[in-house]
């Protein structure tokens, strides 16, 4: 989409829910992951989205797509990418170079629960992020940045550590 294209259609997206702000709050489409074989997951959406998560050989896995948790900070850095781009156009910045990577370290201990150590969570998460533009200032893209990582609905919900309901049927 062009800069014009985002622009209007954020223009448009935020009247319409400034005048009807119930429209702003839906129900995310349900993403599914159904076991292929071995450890290989096929993961779909109701739109047509489709992925494939597998884990490394050394756990079990077959190396035939990006693991869950990678899959959690591509979510992350993708998000907050879009966030900064589709605020920049807002305010008419135009980016030359935008690069969000997210790091995290992860304690295999825990899927064995060895060593005391219970969760497998992933820990001391990091983004790193690489920012171009001509016109703007350090200070903009700062504030650029920040608000986008403060607003990223993946990063805020990674943050806020929602409870997960669960639901189960036997078939």
Request: hydrophobic letters at 45%; aromatic letters at 4%.
């Amino acid at each position: 989409m062009s800069a014009t294209t985002i622009r209007e259609a954020l223009d448009k997206a935020e009247r319409v829910f400034a005048a009807k702000p119930e429209l702003a709050v839906m129900q995310a489409n349900p993403a599914t992951a159904r076991l292929l074989e071995g450890l290989r997951c096929d993961l779909t959406g109701p739109d047509g989205e489709h992925a494939i998560a597998d884990v490394k050989k050394a756990l079990g896995g077959s190396e035939s797509g990006p693991s869950p948790s990678w899959y959690l900070r591509a979510a992350i850095a993708s998000c907050t990418a879009m966030g900064i781009a589709m605020r920049a156009q807002r305010f008419g910045i135009v980016l030359r170079h935008l690069e969000v990577s997210v790091h995290a370290r992860a304690d295999y201990r825990g899927w064995f629960e060895l060593a005391d150590v219970s969760c497998c969570a992933l820990s001391d998460l990091r983004m790193q992020v690489k920012i171009g533009a001509d016109g703007a200032s350090p200070q903009q893209l700062r504030e650029l940045v920040e608000w986008s990582d403060a607003h990223s609905m993946v990063g805020c919900t990674v943050r806020a550590g929602p409870q997960i309901g669960l639901e189960m049927e036997v078939v």
